[in-house]
Structures are given as structure tokens and as C-alpha cells.
């Protein structure tokens, strides 16, 4: 004799929800496309003005002023190119250019060197007034960066670095979000890393290049990106302390080129464009260091 059982309600639910043409596919469809409609805006929001500047660039300038503005160019040009590499008398774009890049790569350098050893000792070194110091350094952050404008001038001056690259590279470099940045890292590395180095024998400038160092590649490559950025973006500052037009850095030169060329929209998005290059370069390269490093630190937003 055979019983017959009624299915029970959740087993009934189960195969509901897992048939074809339920509710939730539809439901699961309308969060997937509202997910991409988002990345899409966020795309175009951020990569908009980029696109906009090179479409710019590459119009004769009459298009360029035009009004209603046009999209796309009707017979694209590279005149404006050409215009920024013959300015090499009173605007050497690309000497410029040199500048910035010499000038973020060093003050680069120095943020890294100094915002490792000082985050490693308030991370993994224990001596007296360490919390207090690090409380210390950590309230400068809400300090705003024009107060340091002519403190930083007057010591420049003093040093005798004014219209030298040193003046854009050395201020800056012992910024304190650098050592928050890199203590909150190194304060998650595991201890036991440490421990079998020192019972293996090394010494604690081993143990920090050899094992500390290594293991914060994610970290290192976002502050990397992060100071080297604030350094290449930097506008007030250069204008401040050099003086010299062949010692101006990119940002700080566009401004003279802008007045050179008054109406002259082609050249002054070429030359923004061309601002804006190294910086997605560099992004592209570190993206996967960076997203690996602001995850791990405890920065999320």
C-alpha cells in the first residue's frame, strides 16, 4: 500500500523560486542591469571630461568656440599638438613636463622613505610617549595646508631652494597621513613574521627592509600613487617659489600658456590633456595595489 504525502511548503517554495519565469529571475535581472546602469554613469562622470578635453584638442579652433558646442570634430586636427611641441622660447611645454616629473618622482621617493620608518616605529617599536606621539602627529591632519604656506616658504628661503626642484620635492614629504596610512598596515602584518626573523638573527633594520617592507607592497604602491598625484595636481605652491619660466612645472606653466592664448581652446585642452596622461598611466599600472592596499589598511570609505 502506498502513501501519498503532500509536498511540504518549502519544498514547493524552493522549486517556485528555481523554475522558469518566477519572480526572482525578473527581480535578479532589475538589480543586475541597475548595477551596470550605476557603473556606466560613474563612467561617464569620471571619464566624460577626459574624453571631452581630447575631443577638444584635436578641433580647429573656430569649432572649438562654437555655440551650440559640437561633439565631435567635423575634421579632426593635431594642430594644437604640434603648437605645444613648437613653444620651446618663452613656454617649453615639455620642458615643464620634465619638471613635474622629476619633482613628483622625488618627492614620491622621500614620502615613501620617511613615512615607512616613522609608521614602523610607531606600528612594531615600543618606547615611551608613543601613543602620545602618534596622537600628535595624526591632529595635523586637521590642520589646513595653507597654514604651512609660509612657514615652508620662509624655511625654503632660509635653505636657499627657491627656483630649485628641491623646493617642490622636500615639503610635504613628512606629511602625516603618509605615517597614519603605513602604521595602520604594519600594525596587521602578523607577529610571528618578526619573531622568527629575530630568532633566525636579524637585526630590526633587517626585519623592517627584509620582512616589513616585502609584505606592505599594497600599501607602499597606494601612498606611491596618492603622493605622487598630490605633487604632479600641486598648483599654489610652484607658484609661490619658482620663478624662473624653464623651472615651472606643468600645472604652474598651463596657467601662462592659458594667457598666451586667450581664446585659444585647442591648445589649453592639449595641454591638459597631456597633464592628465602620466597620471592615468600610473593608475592603471598600481589599480590592482591600490584597491589591495586601501582594503587592508582600514580606509574604506
Given at each position: 500500500?502506498?502513501?501519498?504525502?503532500?509536498?511540504?511548503?518549502?519544498?514547493?517554495?524552493d522549486?517556485?523560486?528555481?523554475?522558469?519565469?518566477?519572480?526572482?529571475?525578473?527581480?535578479g535581472?532589475?538589480?543586475?542591469?541597475?548595477?551596470?546602469?550605476?557603473?556606466?554613469?560613474?563612467?561617464?562622470?569620471?571619464?566624460?571630461?577626459?574624453?571631452?578635453?581630447?575631443?577638444?584638442?584635436?578641433?580647429?579652433?573656430?569649432?572649438?568656440?562654437?555655440?551650440?558646442?559640437?561633439l565631435?570634430?567635423?575634421?579632426?586636427?593635431?594642430?594644437?599638438?604640434?603648437?605645444?611641441?613648437?613653444?620651446?622660447?618663452?613656454?617649453?611645454?615639455?620642458?615643464?613636463?620634465?619638471?613635474?616629473?622629476?619633482?613628483?618622482?622625488?618627492?614620491?621617493?622621500?614620502?615613501?622613505?620617511?613615512?615607512?620608518?616613522?609608521?614602523?616605529?610607531?606600528?612594531?617599536?615600543?618606547?615611551?610617549?608613543?601613543?602620545?606621539?602618534?596622537?600628535?602627529?595624526?591632529?595635523?591632519?586637521?590642520?589646513?595646508?595653507?597654514?604651512?604656506?609660509?612657514?615652508?616658504?620662509?624655511?625654503?628661503?632660509?635653505?636657499?631652494?627657491?627656483?630649485?626642484?628641491?623646493?617642490?620635492?622636500v615639503?610635504?614629504?613628512?606629511?602625516?597621513?603618509?605615517?597614519?596610512?603605513?602604521?595602520?598596515?604594519?600594525?596587521m602584518?602578523?607577529g610571528?613574521?618578526?619573531?622568527?626573523?629575530?630568532?633566525?638573527?636579524?637585526?630590526?633594520?633587517?626585519?623592517?627592509?627584509r620582512?616589513?617592507?616585502?609584505?606592505?607592497?599594497?600599501?607602499?604602491a597606494?601612498?606611491?600613487?596618492?603622493?605622487?598625484?598630490?605633487?604632479?595636481?600641486?598648483?599654489?605652491?610652484?607658484?609661490?617659489?619658482?620663478?624662473?619660466?624653464?623651472?615651472?612645472?606643468?600645472?604652474?606653466?598651463?596657467?601662462?600658456?592659458?594667457?598666451?592664448?586667450?581664446?585659444?581652446?585647442?591648445?589649453?585642452?592639449?595641454?591638459?590633456?597631456?597633464?592628465?596622461?602620466?597620471?592615468?598611466?600610473?593608475?592603471?599600472?598600481?589599480?590592482?595595489?591600490?584597491?589591495?592596499?586601501?582594503?587592508?589598511?582600514?580606509?574604506?570609505g
Amino acid at each position: 500500500m502506498t502513501l501519498l504525502t503532500r509536498p511540504s511548503r518549502s519544498s514547493e517554495d524552493d522549486r517556485a523560486t528555481t523554475a522558469p519565469g518566477s519572480r526572482g529571475a525578473p527581480r535578479g535581472l532589475a538589480r543586475q542591469g541597475m548595477f551596470w546602469l550605476f557603473l556606466l554613469v560613474l563612467t561617464v562622470i569620471f571619464v566624460g571630461p577626459i574624453v571631452w578635453m581630447f575631443l577638444t584638442s584635436i578641433k580647429t579652433n573656430p569649432e572649438a568656440t562654437a555655440v551650440p558646442p559640437t561633439l565631435l570634430p567635423s575634421s579632426p586636427t593635431f594642430e594644437a599638438y604640434e603648437g605645444l611641441l613648437r613653444l620651446d622660447g618663452a613656454y617649453p611645454v615639455l620642458r615643464w613636463f620634465l619638471n613635474s616629473l622629476l619633482a613628483a618622482t622625488l618627492h614620491m621617493v622621500l614620502v615613501l622613505a620617511v613615512a615607512s620608518t616613522a609608521a614602523y616605529a610607531l606600528a612594531r617599536l615600543h618606547f615611551r610617549g608613543r601613543g602620545v606621539l602618534f596622537v600628535v602627529i595624526v591632529s595635523t591632519l586637521f590642520v589646513p595646508g595653507f597654514v604651512f604656506l609660509i612657514p615652508n616658504y620662509l624655511i625654503i628661503d632660509r635653505l636657499g631652494w627657491l627656483d630649485t626642484v628641491w623646493a617642490l620635492a622636500v615639503p610635504g614629504a613628512a606629511g602625516a597621513f603618509g605615517v597614519f596610512f603605513l602604521r595602520q598596515f604594519f600594525a596587521m602584518l602578523p607577529g610571528e613574521l618578526e619573531e622568527a626573523a629575530l630568532i633566525d638573527g636579524a637585526n630590526q633594520w633587517q626585519v623592517f627592509t627584509r620582512v616589513v617592507l616585502p609584505n606592505s607592497k599594497p600599501a607602499l604602491a597606494t601612498l606611491a600613487v596618492l603622493s605622487f598625484l598630490s605633487n604632479w595636481n600641486d598648483f599654489i605652491w610652484p607658484i609661490y617659489v619658482l620663478f624662473s619660466p624653464e623651472r615651472l612645472t606643468l600645472p604652474a606653466g598651463l596657467r601662462l600658456l592659458q594667457g598666451a592664448y586667450t581664446t585659444d581652446y585647442p591648445v589649453i585642452m592639449a595641454g591638459a590633456f597631456v597633464a592628465s596622461v602620466p597620471v592615468l598611466i600610473l593608475f592603471l599600472f598600481t589599480q590592482r595595489y591600490v584597491i589591495e592596499g586601501v582594503s587592508r589598511s582600514g580606509l574604506k570609505g
